[in-house]
């Protein structure tokens, strides 16, 4: 019956019977893909399957708005991974194919650019509610930050754990444009005794009852001067799935502080205890948020900075080379909350290592293009592996953390070849 | 130092053409708001989701419960996409949506959906690894 089950990836069968669909908008844009062929009648089993490397790893390949090629997790609310080879293009993620990740199925369809509007209240001197117009007066900041999901690559975790099942592709990089944060509490000025400062976006639950996403972060962070909220991503205005019109830009930090569609922000004279810092998103506070599965008793604080992260983009696993051909090897590393120092590259599964030409730096937050070569002399398997090491001295861990959110999974990748 | 912005700048800005060159999304320069950013205007956007078609066959009483409540909030492809998991989690995640997330399910319900879940799923029915 599901047809999702299946590990090849292979002739699936049509989904569960039930009612006719009520929205066909999906298989229509599956059917795209491929042959460049728009037919509404397509089957569903025509959409173009992809296998991510762990069990029950099948996913479709969609087209959302305003998004080029996607794998799909969810449809409602959209979870959209992007597929690991547009990595290999490019320093920058491109918008179209950056990846999309609601929480709440209430999530605004339309936004008129003269009527939205950011209210900035709380432990203010003075509320204030911007329009975009004022925002885009500010002086503008402007900064290249990965994005990365909290949970990226959670369908690696060892046991395996719930959640949004991530290959490696619930991350992007992107040069961000707005103005800081900083400047508009500035504007709202912050009176003493704020101690953080919460955010919530347009996004609702279907039912009121559901707690509202909203994240907070510490006034000095809030404050630091490069906590930013962006209205342009790559140059252009953000797509509506990737927060438009505003989105909080939290440098070096997960994902889930970027609330998207940023309309409200709350100076709080308290901690935040609502759901969403205080139940969801927490990691052990351990270096590298690990623990053993488990574990009773383990103090569980909000997740925060990220930590390094090093991929191989140009070879995929299991690829075959030529004996004895010398072949360039390249991927993106970043340094988590700071820059990259260095890449390590080992062509024999960690026993040595080389250090990795990096190339430009577009910034501490941002991907960093790393390569090197590799001339496969003896026949036979090789495992390649990169190892990111950041501006703190922090590297890549050789064995695979675990927490039961499945967060912060930053292990040293392997991609093994063989020769031909 | 200004030059180097200025690559980065290009770079992203090329990154961010392609893609809308690529994939036509209309700049409406007319009701467009500019910012200080050389091509950056905001204009109106509107679009239409998906909502997610898949829902749990069969016509007993809990995959009713299913359709209504699970798929009330999110599409199937949640569940479809988990990895094997003991009906003991698949328990806990029922009664999270149930207590933190306000699913409108009575407290009795949440075993058999959770069972009804698991099996859908694929998934043996008790115990995992």
Redesign the interface.
């Known amino acids: 019956?599901?047809s999702?089950?299946l590990l090849n990836g292979s002739s699936p069968e049509p989904?569960?019977?039930?009612?006719l669909?009520?929205?066909?908008?999906?298989?229509i844009?599956a059917g795209v893909i491929g042959g460049g062929i728009i037919e509404g009648s397509l089957p569903a089993f025509a959409a173009k399957l992809i296998q991510l490397p762990?069990?029950?790893g099948s996913?479709e390949l969609v087209r959302?708005?305003?998004?080029?090629e996607m794998i799909?997790?969810?449809?409602?609310?959209?979870?959209l991974e992007t597929p690991f080879e547009v990595f290999d293009r490019?320093?920058?993620?491109?918008?179209?194919?950056f990846f999309v990740r609601w929480h709440?199925?209430g999530?605004p369809?339309?936004?008129?650019?003269?009527t939205f509007r950011l209210r900035v209240d709380g432990r203010v001197r003075t509320p204030i509610e911007f329009t975009?117009?004022e925002i885009?007066?500010q002086?503008?900041a402007?900064l290249?930050a990965v994005n990365q999901c909290s949970g990226n690559s959670r369908?690696f975790s060892s046991?395996?754990v719930?959640g949004?099942?991530w290959g490696n592709g619930a991350m992007g990089n992107?040069?961000w444009?707005g103005v800081t944060l900083k400047s508009i509490l500035d504007r709202a000025g912050v009176l003493p005794g704020a101690v953080q400062v919460r955010f919530n976006g347009l996004d609702t639950?279907?039912?009121?009852?559901?707690?509202l996403f909203m994240k907070s972060l510490a006034i000095d962070h809030a404050m630091d001067g490069e906590v930013m909220v962006a209205?342009?991503?790559?140059?252009?205005?953000l797509p509506?799935?990737n927060g438009?019109?505003l989105r909080l830009v939290v440098p070096g930090w997960y994902s889930t502080y970027w609330v998207k569609m940023l309309s409200h922000i709350e100076v709080l004279d308290k901690p935040d205890d609502n759901?969403w810092m205080h139940?969801?998103y927490l990691i052990p506070d351990t270096p590298g948020g690990t623990m053993v599965p488990d574990a009773k008793g383990v103090k569980m604080i909000p997740i925060n900075r990220m930590v390094p992260r090093s991929f191989i983009t140009n070879l995929r696993d299991n690829a075959t080379v030529r004996r004895g051909v010398p072949i360039e090897v390249r991927g993106i590393a970043f340094g988590g909350d700071t820059g990259v120092k260095r890449v390590a590259f080992s062509s024999d599964g960690g026993s040595t290592w080389e250090n990795a030409a990096l190339e430009?730096e577009?910034?501490r937050y941002s991907f960093r293009r790393w390569q090197t070569n590799f001339a496969p002399k003896q026949p036979g398997t090789y495992k390649l592996m990169a190892n990111a090491t950041n501006s703190n001295n922090l590297s890549q861990p050789a064995a695979s953390t675990w927490n039961p959110g499945g967060y912060m999974r930053n292990v040293i990748e392997r991609v093994t070849i063989h020769t031909a | 130092m200004a030059r180097t912005r200025q690559g980065i700048i290009l770079a992203a800005i090329l990154t961010g053409l392609t893609a809308t060159l690529a994939h036509g999304v209309a700049l409406a320069q007319s009701a467009a708001i500019p910012s200080r950013h050389r091509t950056i205007r905001l204009t109106s956007q509107k679009i239409a989701l998906p909502f997610g078609d898949k829902v749990f066959a069969g016509n007993d009483k809990v995959a009713k419960v299913a359709n209504e409540h699970c798929l009330l909030c999110h599409s199937r492809g949640m569940i479809d996409t988990q990895p094997p998991l003991p009906l003991e989690t698949w328990k806990k995640e029922v009664d999270k949506m149930r207590t933190a997330y306000g699913c409108p399910l009575r407290a009795d319900q949440t075993d058999g959906l959770a069972e009804f879940i698991a099996h859908a799923a694929s998934v043996p029915a008790a115990g995992g690894d």
């Not at chain 1, 989904?15 to 009612?19: E, L, N, V």
């Not at chain 1, 490019?90 to 194919?97: E, I, R, S």
């Not at chain 1, 369809?109 to 003269?114: A, G, M, W």
């Not at chain 1, 209205?231 to 205005?237: A, L, V």
């Open positions: 019956m599901n999702n089950k989904s569960a019977s039930g009612p669909p009520r929205r066909s908008f999906l298989k844009a762990f069990e029950n996913r959302f708005p305003q998004k080029g799909l997790l969810r449809e409602r609310p959209p979870l490019g320093v920058f993620t491109p918008n179209d194919q709440l199925p999530i369809t339309s936004i008129d650019v003269n975009l117009k885009l007066r002086p503008e402007e290249a369908g046991p395996r719930p949004g099942e992107a040069l444009t639950g279907e039912v009121p009852e559901t707690p209205y342009g991503m790559n140059g252009t205005q509506m799935l438009f019109p759901y139940t969801a430009k577009y910034g």
